[in-house]
């Protein structure tokens, strides 16, 4: 019992797993194997805020999910200097609810896509699918209404869990699914009425993200952010060859990929000074 306790205690609450020889280090499935067959590995999830092409800040946690990692590497550039970024665009392991409300809280505007916005945005037939919830119609009540005319009607509002901040989810459920021709394309799989949960202040956000995605700004930060995130890890991985970290501990990490960040914007400034030269 006592192992058992020193174990979860030395894990924490916000993760599973730690490596023994590094206890800040968490079990990981790595990019090694495309396939998915490479064992778990000891790793910490690298985070890096890159303006004009140099890394303002940089940061590493021991969670999988990068959605954990957004409200820490933001606090630290607020914590470096003095404000928070603007526009903090991201790929989609960014977009949650917690972090878009963080985003609003703190002045930021939401442009970190969703999970699904990649199919959202490419696939006609994903989009305009009547069958999805957020394309259901309304009647004058408000009630939805599927594509067949009945009504889905207000169950219950239920709490998700592990939300900072209280976010909550309606169950809707239809008066009645029996002998509906649509139920093969609607819920094939449900036994009874078909049940949907919908989060309306989540579904508008969706909407607003879109927006500004889909924008000329929107499009010209997606184009940014993929040429200067996408091309320091590159540059970092590939053309510098630092694919392994060399020191062990959390604080022993940053420390390391500190310095590894003042040796590539040092980098990048003297790129930047002979291009400079070249053109007068």
């Known amino acids: 019992m006592k192992s058992y306790a020193y174990h979860i205690e030395t894990c924490g609450e916000e993760r599973n797993s730690y490596s023994k020889t590094d206890h800040d280090a968490t079990f990981m499935r790595l990019k090694r194997d495309y396939m998915g067959n490479d064992q778990l590995l000891p790793a910490y999830n690298l985070q890096a805020a890159i303006c004009d092409e140099y890394i303002a800040v940089i940061d590493v946690?021991?969670?999988?999910?990068?959605?954990?990692?957004?409200?820490?590497?933001?606090?630290?550039?607020?914590?470096?200097?003095?404000?928070?970024?603007?526009?903090?665009?991201?790929?989609?392991?960014?977009?949650?609810?917690?972090?878009?409300?963080?985003?609003?809280?703190?002045?930021?505007?939401?442009?970190?896509?969703?999970?699904?916005?990649?199919?959202?945005?490419?696939?006609?037939?994903?989009?305009?699918?009547?069958?999805?919830?957020?394309?259901?119609?309304?009647?004058?009540?408000?009630?939805?209404?599927?594509?067949?005319?009945?009504?889905?009607l207000f169950k219950r509002t239920q709490h998700v869990k592990y939300n900072k901040y209280g976010r909550t989810e309606e169950l809707y459920e239809c008066e009645s699914c029996e002998g509906c021709q649509h139920k093969q394309e609607c819920c094939p799989r449900a036994h009874k009425n078909r049940t949907i949960r919908m989060n309306q202040e989540l579904t508008a956000i969706h909407q607003e993200v879109l927006q500004n995605l889909e924008s000329i700004h929107g499009a010209l930060l997606r184009m940014n952010r993929s040429i200067q995130s996408e091309g320091t890890f590159g540059v970092l991985k590939w053309d510098k060859a630092y694919k392994r970290l060399l020191r062990r501990g959390e604080k022993n990490v940053i420390l390391e990929l500190t310095l590894i960040s003042c040796g590539f914007n040092l980098y990048k400034y003297h790129n930047k000074k002979q291009r400079q030269t070249k053109v007068a």
């Open 61 to 152: 946690k021991p969670y999988a999910s990068d959605m954990e990692c957004f409200v820490p590497l933001m606090e630290k550039f607020n914590r470096t200097y003095g404000h928070y970024p603007k526009y903090p665009v991201a790929d989609a392991g960014y977009g949650s609810y917690n972090n878009y409300l963080y985003c609003e809280e703190h002045g930021m505007e939401k442009y970190m896509k969703f999970t699904m916005y990649k199919k959202e945005t490419t696939d006609k037939k994903y989009h305009e699918n009547p069958y999805r919830a957020v394309n259901f119609a309304k009647d004058a009540d408000g009630n939805l209404l599927c594509p067949n005319g009945r009504k889905f």
